[in-house]
Each structure stands twice: as structure tokens, then as C-alpha cells.
T-cell receptor, first 115, second 116 residues
Framework: SAVISQKPSRDICQRGTSLTIQCQVDSQVTMMFWYRQQPGQSLTLIATANQGSEATYESGFVIDKFPISRPNLTFSTLTVSNMSPEDSSIYLC????????????FGPGTRLTVT | AQKVTQAQTEISVVEKEDVTLDCVYETRDTTYYLFWYKQPPSGELVFLIRRNSFDEQNEISGRYSWNFQKSTSSFNFTITASQVVDSAVYFCALRILTGGGNKLTFGTGTQLKVEL
């Protein structure tokens, strides 16, 4: 399995500001994803982070609100832009180590509260 | 479209009881993967098992066992002799391979409380 770390682990932010969340994996992985878990809810895929190209966003999520970078095979960032209280959630990085690996692992999450 | 249903929102048991968490899925694809994850109060999501649609063999890992039945589109999870440390939210998830095959569709989760 892959060991995934996220920074920050939690943050409290003011509305209208932006926060960048970092995801670091201890080994090169093929696929990296960003999920959101709103309070008391299930997980929803925001986007697939593609190395060297633009992320692939799911319906309801747009690049202007959630810009994503993936400069290499072990690192990705998710920015939550122009935040509102509705963005208060846990944001989780997820990885699938290889193209022939079907297990999928999640990072510890970033708990974001927007006031 | 894919869907995962976990009808049990919350289950409470006394330690040492056996408990089964239900998961029913919907997909038109013939090739897919099913997952169970555990989310303890600390919040991280712990991978428990992955099962592909071609393999209907039940699996046992210690106190955990999984019953996959394609005929009823179910992938149920049983904890034998439950312990307080099993208290967590458990999520069932489905992944299909068509349309890019990247998205995990999660159920709404079952909160398991194991009490002394």
C-alpha cells in the first residue's frame, strides 16, 4: 500500500479566502484523486489529478473553484478558492498505485472550516 | 448510472456480538470492483477489501468476512465478536471500468457503535 500525507490536517479560514491542500505519497503512483466529504455525508469525487496536464473534473466541480496541480507522480495540490461556509468539509487525497492495481487508498484528510 | 445503497444508517451492538453491514449496488457493467472502507472517529479512511465482479468467493480475514452475491447485487460485511475498536463509519463503494473507470461511487455509510 501507499503512505499518503496531507497538509494541513485542519484549518479554519475566513470566507472569500483560498486554501491550498498538499498531498504527498511515499512512492510513485499512477492515479491521484481528490474527494470531498461534507459533514455527516459520504465521499464525492472532485477530480482526477493528471500528471503534466489539466485535471479531469466531475460534474458539479469546476477548475476556477478547485484548481489542481500534479507536477509529478508523488505530489498533488488542491486549492479551494473564494471559500464560503458551504465549502466546510473534509478533503481527501486518494491514490491508485498502478494501472494493474485496483486497490485505492486515501490520505488522512484535511478538515476545513470556513467561517 | 451507478449506485450504492447502505440502508443501515446506524447500528449499535454490545461487545462480542456479531454484526452484519449491508451493501447493495446497482450497475449495468459486467466488470466492476467493490470495496469496503472503515472511517474511525479520527477521520482517515482505511481500506479493508476489494473484490472484483468475477470472483464470488467469500473472504475471511480474522474477525472480518465478506459475502458477495451477484444474484442479489449485494456485498455484505460481517464482523464476528465485535470489539469497541470496531466502532466507526463503514463505507461500501463501487468502481466500474467504463467511462474512464476512475470514480469510486460510495454509499452513505453505516455508523457502527460497539458498546461494552
Amino acid at each position: 500500500s501507499a503512505v499518503i500525507s496531507q497538509k494541513p490536517s485542519r484549518d479554519i479560514c475566513q470566507r472569500g479566502t483560498s486554501l491550498t491542500i498538499q498531498c504527498q505519497v511515499d512512492s510513485q503512483v499512477t492515479m491521484m484523486f481528490w474527494y470531498r466529504q461534507q459533514p455527516g455525508q459520504s465521499l464525492t469525487l472532485i477530480a482526477t489529478a493528471n500528471q503534466g496536464s489539466e485535471a479531469t473534473y466531475e460534474s458539479g466541480f469546476v477548475i476556477d473553484k478547485f484548481p489542481i496541480s500534479r507536477p509529478n507522480l508523488t505530489f498533488s495540490t488542491l486549492t479551494v478558492s473564494n471559500m464560503s461556509p458551504e465549502d466546510s468539509s473534509i478533503y481527501l487525497c486518494s491514490v491508485r498505485p498502478g494501472t494493474d492495481t485496483y486497490e485505492q487508498y486515501f490520505g488522512p484528510g484535511t478538515r476545513l472550516t470556513v467561517t | 448510472a451507478q449506485k450504492v445503497t447502505q440502508a443501515q444508517t446506524e447500528i449499535s451492538v454490545v461487545e462480542k456480538e456479531d454484526v452484519t453491514l449491508d451493501c447493495v449496488y446497482e450497475t449495468r457493467d459486467t466488470t466492476y470492483y467493490l470495496f469496503w472502507y472503515k472511517q474511525p472517529p479520527s477521520g482517515e479512511l482505511v481500506f479493508l477489501i476489494r473484490r472484483n465482479s468475477f470472483d464470488e468467493q467469500n473472504e475471511i480475514s480474522g474477525r472480518y468476512s465478506w459475502n458477495f452475491q451477484k444474484s442479489t447485487s449485494s456485498f455484505n460485511f460481517t464482523i464476528t465478536a465485535s470489539q469497541v475498536v470496531d466502532s466507526a463509519v463503514y463505507f461500501c463503494a463501487l468502481r466500474i471500468l467504463t467511462g474512464g473507470g476512475n470514480k469510486l461511487t460510495f454509499g452513505t455509510g453505516t455508523q457502527l457503535k460497539v458498546e461494552l
